[in-house]
């Protein structure tokens, strides 16, 4: 079992930054597939970026592809998502997700994924 926990969130203007955090606890993670997930208020959630093992391995949704970048830092078991040029939609609610065995399905679905965080708040005004 693992526990996840999303921080990082918070309100900026379009054009801004904001770097989200996923810090995993009971269970090293480096070998599990971590994802984030967004959720817009009347939407379905949805992929955003995906990362497996190492930075070699890494997927993105068309519409961030460019401006954000997923990392992990397997010393601090967490997983970072640096998120640049926001603009007003990319406003939801974010999730990271963990799935201990990376071979098994798409790291674009939901249904992948075994271990889910709270979520944090991203508002993009503008």
Do not use: H
């Amino acid at each position: 079992q693992v526990q996840l926990v999303e921080s990082g969130g918070g309100l900026v203007q379009a054009g801004g930054s904001l770097r989200l955090s996923c810090a995993a606890s009971g269970r090293t993670f480096s070998s599990y597939a971590v994802g984030w997930f967004r959720q817009a208020p009347g939407k379905e959630r949805s992929f955003v970026a995906s990362i497996i093992w190492s930075d070699a391995w890494r997927y993105y949704a068309d519409s961030v592809k460019g401006r954000f970048t997923i990392s992990r830092d397997n010393a601090k078991n967490a997983v970072y998502l640096q998120m640049n040029s926001l603009k007003p939609e990319d406003t939801a609610v974010y999730y990271c997700a963990a799935n201990p065995n990376p071979s098994s399905g798409s790291v674009r679905s939901l249904s992948t994924y075994d271990f889910w965080g709270q979520g944090t708040q991203v508002t993009v005004s503008s």
